[in-house]
């Protein structure tokens, strides 16, 4: 496959930063070792877990640690993934897969697979580039490392362990602080790498390595929650606070204002939602509204207001999508503004691949066969298919991947590893 447009990025180890100048908010020691001020030093200190050496920086579990600050729902146990290089854990494949029997969905599987065995690479795409390509495969997601033909990794561990991707890195470390600043090359809003983490179902004690220290998704959960704003945009925040610490989280940000979950998605439900007014037509957040709605039935809260007007804004939207939905199967490329059909296939992608993804997340399981939503299904398929070697935006890539497969997890029942370990028994030889 062609070399895909990146946004170029750094190389280097892990770092996590989000600077407030001189607010900037002090990192906490690992939680391996003592929960203190982070403080860095010449000579790395060792984690004393046995669980997160260097070796296991490519090793990602699809389940939440075991934490007594999170909901009981989330202390379950799912599948583990294995080494990237050897083949993840097979137990996934005994489960039955009636709907890829189907023509749609054989080729929602085909077009995934197609673009799966020919991932991003360290040398010509960026961090942001690899987090949306993470999007899209969670934790089966392989690069290629320093050139398109490269040994393969996971992706997610090269990220957390900060190895630079075209000469980006998500997180740096400023004077001691750990900056996740929005740059080119990194993240495109606050909170989206912890986001894309929490999408994948990453562990909350999955390493992750800043300036040769190890930490976990832990210290970037408090990062997340002590960096709290009003004004800003807060829908990754949202996204990634509500899966990882329960919709009834409270806590205090570094100026010691109370946030919650609950402030994040009263704000996101007071903030617009068009083309001029949001990123990508406001789909990220509309997203993240639905997320916390069904975090919430998770953890088995009740549905106050504020989350009965969340789940009546989705359904809202959702009847907007597919009243300006083309005739083709393709959504509005003007978003969820108005009904419009044009511009280039990247545009194409852009617009009815979020909203795939939304729709894909966000409808009930008795509407995932609905004429209209299976129609826009085959055209975003196609459009893929069609142009498997294009030069694909990273986003639009991404997230139009990501679309059909939570499709295909919701239709099939596939699990974390399934396609890895698949593609591996057909293709042994290549390596995947």
Same mark, same amino acid.
């Given at each position: 496959?062609?070399?895909? #447009?990146?946004?170029?990025?750094? %190389?280097?180890?892990?770092?996590?930063?989000?600077?407030?100048?001189?607010?900037?908010?002090?990192?906490?020691q690992?939680?391996?070792?003592?929960?203190?001020?982070? %403080?860095?030093?010449?000579?790395?200190?060792?984690?004393?877990s046995?669980?997160?050496?260097?070796?296991? @920086?490519?090793?990602l &579990?699809?389940?939440?640690?075991?934490?007594?600050?999170?909901p009981? +729902? !989330?202390?379950? /146990?799912?599948?583990?993934?294995?080494?990237?290089?050897?083949?993840?854990?097979?137990?996934?494949?005994?489960?039955?897969?009636?709907?890829?029997?189907?023509?749609?969905?054989? &080729?929602?599987?085909?077009v !995934?697979? /197609?673009?799966?065995?020919?991932? !991003?690479?360290? &040398?010509?795409?960026?961090?942001?580039?690899?987090?949306h390509?993470?999007i899209?495969?969670?934790?089966?997601?392989?690069?290629?490392v320093?050139?398109?033909?490269?040994?393969q990794v996971a992706? *997610?561990?090269?990220?957390?362990?900060?190895?630079?991707?075209?000469?980006?890195?998500?997180?740096?470390?400023?004077?001691?602080?750990?900056?996740?600043? *929005?740059?080119?090359?990194?993240?495109?809003?606050d909170?989206?790498?912890?986001?894309?983490?929490?999408?994948?179902?990453?562990?909350?004690?999955?390493?992750?390595?800043?300036?040769?220290?190890?930490?976990? %998704?832990?210290?970037?959960?408090?990062? /997340?929650?002590?960096?709290?704003?009003?004004?800003q +945009?807060?829908?990754?925040?949202?996204?990634?606070?509500?899966?990882?610490?329960?919709?009834? @989280?409270k806590?205090?940000?570094?100026r010691?204002?109370?946030?919650? %979950?609950?402030?994040?998605?009263? /704000?996101?439900?007071?903030?617009?939602?068009? $083309?001029?007014?949001?990123?990508?037509?406001? *789909?990220?957040?509309?997203y993240?509204?639905?997320q916390?709605?069904?975090?919430?039935?998770?953890?088995?809260?009740? #549905?106050?207001?504020?989350?009965?007007?969340?789940?009546?804004?989705?359904?809202?939207?959702?009847?907007r @999508?597919?009243?300006?939905?083309?005739g083709?199967?393709?959504?509005?490329?003007?978003?969820?503004?108005?009904?419009?059909?044009?511009?280039?296939?990247?545009?194409?992608?852009?617009?009815?691949?979020?909203?795939?993804e939304?729709? @894909?997340?966000s409808?009930?399981e008795?509407?995932l066969?609905?004429?209209?939503?299976?129609?826009?299904?085959?055209?975003?398929?196609?459009?893929?298919e069609?142009r498997?070697?294009?030069?694909w935006?990273?986003?639009?890539l991404g997230?139009?991947?990501?679309?059909?497969?939570?499709?295909?997890?919701?239709?099939?029942?596939?699990?974390?590893?399934?396609?890895?370990? $698949?593609?591996?028994?057909?293709a042994?030889?290549?390596?995947?």
């Amino acid at each position: 496959m062609k070399t895909r #447009m990146s946004m170029f990025w750094a %190389v280097g180890i892990i770092y996590l930063v989000a600077a407030e100048g001189a607010n900037a908010v002090e990192l906490r020691q690992p939680r391996a070792i003592q929960h203190e001020p982070f %403080v860095p030093t010449s000579t790395p200190r060792a984690s004393t877990s046995n669980d997160h050496g260097v070796r296991d @920086a490519f090793q990602l &579990r699809d389940t939440v640690s075991d934490d007594a600050a999170g909901p009981a +729902e !989330l202390q379950s /146990e799912v599948a583990e993934k294995a080494d990237p290089l050897t083949s993840p854990t097979t137990e996934a494949m005994a489960k039955p897969q009636t709907k890829l029997l189907t023509p749609l969905g054989k &080729r929602v599987r085909s077009v !995934l697979d /197609e673009y799966y065995v020919n991932p !991003l690479n360290t &040398r010509d795409d960026n961090a942001w580039d690899v987090l949306h390509w993470s999007i899209a495969y969670g934790v089966d997601a392989n690069v290629s490392v320093g050139h398109p033909r490269g040994d393969q990794v996971a992706a *997610i561990g090269w990220l957390c362990c900060n190895y630079p991707s075209a000469g980006k890195q998500i997180i740096e470390l400023h004077n001691g602080r750990w900056d996740l600043s *929005i740059a080119p090359g990194r993240q495109g809003h606050d909170a989206q790498f912890l986001a894309m983490l929490a999408q994948s179902r990453v562990a909350r004690d999955y390493m992750i390595r800043v300036a040769h220290q190890e930490h976990t %998704v832990e210290d970037l959960i408090e990062f /997340e929650k002590r960096t709290c704003r009003s004004g800003q +945009e807060s829908t990754f925040k949202l996204i990634s606070l509500a899966y990882y610490e329960g919709t009834d @989280a409270k806590w205090k940000n570094y100026r010691g204002e109370l946030w919650s %979950v609950d402030r994040l998605l009263a /704000e996101e439900l007071k903030a617009p939602i068009g $083309r001029y007014t949001s990123t990508c037509g406001g *789909i990220h957040r509309l997203y993240a509204i639905d997320q916390a709605v069904k975090y919430r039935r998770r953890d088995g809260l009740p #549905m106050t207001a504020l989350y009965r007007q969340a789940e009546q804004k989705t359904k809202q939207y959702q009847r907007r @999508a597919f009243s300006l939905q083309n005739g083709d199967g393709s959504f509005s490329t003007a978003w969820l503004d108005e009904a419009e059909q044009q511009g280039d296939a990247t545009r194409r992608l852009t617009t009815s691949g979020h909203i795939l993804e939304w729709l @894909a997340a966000s409808l009930d399981e008795d509407q995932l066969d609905d004429p209209r939503f299976e129609r826009a299904v085959a055209y975003v398929a196609q459009l893929l298919e069609r142009r498997s070697h294009y030069d694909w935006y990273p986003g639009a890539l991404g997230h139009a991947l990501h679309a059909l497969s939570i499709y295909e997890q919701r239709t099939a029942g596939t699990e974390a590893g399934e396609r890895s370990t $698949r593609i591996a028994q057909q293709a042994p030889s290549r390596g995947y």
